[in-house]
């Protein structure tokens, strides 16, 4: 097995263009990642070519501070860009269609919750009149921190809610913050009207209705009558006339609805707002005050860059997700004689994805080779008597002599070598095989294979046409699916996968990625492709460059980036091996066009990670150290392995989780 190849001699070929035309940047990059001359991946925070940061740069800067892939590298620019869009985009619309509400979004703290996003987006979206949104206790209160000192700020409150939840929100809503609680069970509103009877004050709420359209892919669930969220329009009815009662009906300012994530239909979209704005214009003819409509989340993200009605696309832009909801608040406002009110959205994914991107190392690869090793095969046919060659792998020499005589079907061969290559199998979990005819069994069937897979699509059948993909190399690389990329494993998310250096050479690989957990779903091969996701991605072949001291791996190191990682990635996945958080950066561009780090949030360290599942690491190096002491009494280990031992627990407990 060949571990590393030679850098491809085709090279002059290959220009930076070509790449960024194969890895479709100028599809799913929405204009904040390109290509350079030199061959990295170049970063445009404000969408502006002419002001670059260069990726592979920062990586080696980084590094020459001592921090080492795998990092999130986060792009202050590209997420302040995102904000001044989604709010010009809204002024435009609103503008375009004469309406008379103004239009906040406000950030779900749990899209990503790392203080230094949420300040910069406080920071950014005071000035934009953006507002905050939180989905559970401590968001509640990292919430509250957050607006401190900007009570206009608008705090919205989703998700279940206890009575002291309630209560928080009446209380601050008294100190004079701009919160508002959604109502989203009935109980909740039990639990507010005795909330706003002891403290006597009218506090403003929001109700979230329960959709009966909407809904679409992964989320359709949150809708229709057995939806997890939201009041139906019986309970909210009934919710008005208990409200009016109470004589708190003044209170009840918002609805609210959030039909799913990822919504890449637009046609999802257009059927839900009418029928929360429906819901809207009978609420204001029931008496109740309203003023704020707030569609929820749900603007999408295109991962794959397609633009199609796709799980990872979305067959819609920002513009026109704008312009219709507003036209469809419009018109049925209008239509009622009711005033338009103010929109609200909680757009996470579409403000954030964009500035996040994961960077890591490839530790090594396993390449299924176009040649058999004839030295193994040699032998595996002279292990004994030639009466007892099996005759799988007779049959499997044969199919490789045939591939390429010009005078075989193909197809054929390659069946012929299949079924062998089962039969060999077979024999092997019987007994009736050595593993040395076993191992050159598996050579010659993945050197058909191979030859095979390089033929044009059109020379194969259709169920050969996934070949490339079964015989793809497996990149291990240093990062955790479960802690950086939750998605790609739990709900199967398509993100686009590069190489951030060496662009201006011509990937000779197909690879799939494999993660350094100790679990076979570690591993990425779900890529963006035109609408259907991709399952193996172009890469380079690794070369045997002098060994240097710059990374885990015996060739020259090789750097991947995962894009689009900025929502929910960070904090939604776990420990899984105990590998733990990342490092984080925030870098910016500054007026010179030099880039510069804004923070450094270091990953865990195992002494993190250990405590986290109740560990005392300092417990553990004591007792560790008294058994190589008794090693050392016993002449099991000399000095020296005893010292080498001593080293790796005390520099090992407080490293890095991944592998330096
Ligand atoms: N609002 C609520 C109530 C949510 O549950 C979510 C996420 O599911 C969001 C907003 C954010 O959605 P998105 O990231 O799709 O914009």
């Given amino acids: 097995m060949k571990d590393t190849e030679q850098p491809p001699t085709e090279t002059a070929l290959w220009t930076p263009q070509d790449s960024a035309q194969l890895y479709g940047l100028q599809n799913w990059g929405a204009g904040y990642f390109g290509v350079s001359e030199r061959g990295t991946v170049e970063v445009y925070p404000g969408g502006d070519p002419a002001r670059a940061i260069d990726l592979m740069e920062v990586v080696e800067g980084l590094q020459a501070r001592d921090l080492w892939p795998p990092v999130v590298v986060r792009f202050s620019g590209i997420l302040e860009h995102r904000m001044t869009y989604l709010r010009h985009t809204f002024d435009n619309a609103i503008a375009e269609a004469g309406y008379r509400g103004k239009y906040t979004c406000v950030y ?41 000192g900007v009570n206009e700020m608008p705090f919205i409150c989703n998700g279940f809610k206890d009575a002291e939840f309630i209560e928080t929100a009446v209380l601050a809503a008294k100190m004079g913050r701009n919160i508002i609680p959604v109502i989203e069970q009935t109980h909740e509103l039990e639990m507010l009207i005795h909330s706003a009877r002891t403290h006597a004050v009218t506090p403003r709420f929001g109700i979230r209705a329960k959709l009966a359209s909407g809904g679409i892919g992964r989320w359709a669930d949150l809708v229709g009558f057995r939806g997890k969220f939201g009041l139906s329009v019986s309970q909210i009815l009934s919710s008005v006339d208990w409200l009016r009662d ?17 919504i890449y239909d637009i046609r999802t979209v257009k059927y839900a707002v009418n029928e929360l704005a429906q819901i809207y214009v009978e609420l204001v003819k029931l008496g109740a005050p309203m003023g704020i409509i707030d569609l929820g ?115 054929e061969v390659y069946q012929d070598a299949e079924h062998a290559l089962n039969e060999a199998m077979s024999l092997f979990n019987l007994g009736y095989m050595s593993i040395t005819a076993r191992a050159a069994c598996e050579e010659l069937y993945w050197a058909v294979g191979n030859q095979m897979a390089a033929r044009p699509r059109d020379e194969l059948t259709e169920d050969l046409w996934d070949l490339p993909d079964r015989l793809a190399d497996i990149y291990f690389s240093n990062f955790s699916l479960f802690q950086s990329l939750i998605d790609a494993w739990g709900i199967d998310q398509v993100f686009p996968v590069m190489p951030i250096h060496r662009l201006d050479e011509r990937p000779t690989r ?68 105990l590998f733990g958080d990342t490092h984080a950066v925030h870098v910016v561009l500054d007026a010179d066009g030099n880039w510069h780090l804004e923070e450094v949030v270091e990953g865990d360290t195992v002494r993190e990670v250990l405590q986290y599942v109740q560990f005392d690491p300092d417990d553990m190096r004591r007792d560790l150290r008294k058994e190589i002491e008794a090693a050392l009494t016993a002449k099991r280990l000399t000095l020296q392995e005893g010292v080498s031992m001593r080293r790796f627990l005390d520099q090992g407990i407080d490293g890095y989780t991944y592998l330096e």
């Fill in 108 to 148: 779900p703290i749990k899209v990503n919750q790392q203080r230094h996003i949420c300040e910069e987006v406080r920071d950014l979206g005071r000035t934009m009149g953006f507002g905050i949104e939180a989905g559970s206790k401590p968001e509640l209160i990292a919430g509250l921190a957050l607006t401190q």
């Fill in 297 to 411: 989340g749900g603007m999408g993200v295109d991962y794959d860059g397609s633009g199609t009605a796709s799980q990872s696309s979305m067959n819609y832009t920002m513009e026109q997700y704008a312009a219709d909801v507003i036209h469809r608040v419009k018109s049925i406002c209008d239509d009622a004689h009711v005033p338009h009110p103010d929109v609200i959205t909680e757009s996470g994914r579409a403000l954030v994805s964009h500035s996040g991107v994961l960077v890591f190392q490839v530790l090594g690869s396993r390449v299924f080779p176009s040649e058999p090793d004839a030295e193994l095969v040699d032998r595996a046919l002279n292990e004994g008597p030639e009466a007892e060659v099996p005759q799988p792998l007779l049959d499997l020499v044969d199919a490789y002599q045939r591939l390429g005589d010009g005078e075989s079907d193909p197809i």
């Fill in 246 to 262: 109470e004589g708190l009906l003044g209170g009840l300012q918002m609805l609210h609805c959030h039909i799913g994530s990822q």
């Fill in 510 to 577: 197909r690879g799939i990625l494999a993660d350094v957990t100790c679990d076979s779903d570690g591993r990425m091969d779900r890529f963006p492709g035109n609408g259907e996701p991709q399952n193996s991605v172009p890469l380079h072949a690794l070369t045997q460059g002098e060994l240097t001291e710059v990374g885990p791996g015996q060739f020259d190191p090789y750097y991947l980036a995962v894009f689009l990682t900025g929502a929910y990635q960070e904090t939604l996945g776990d420990l899984h091996n």
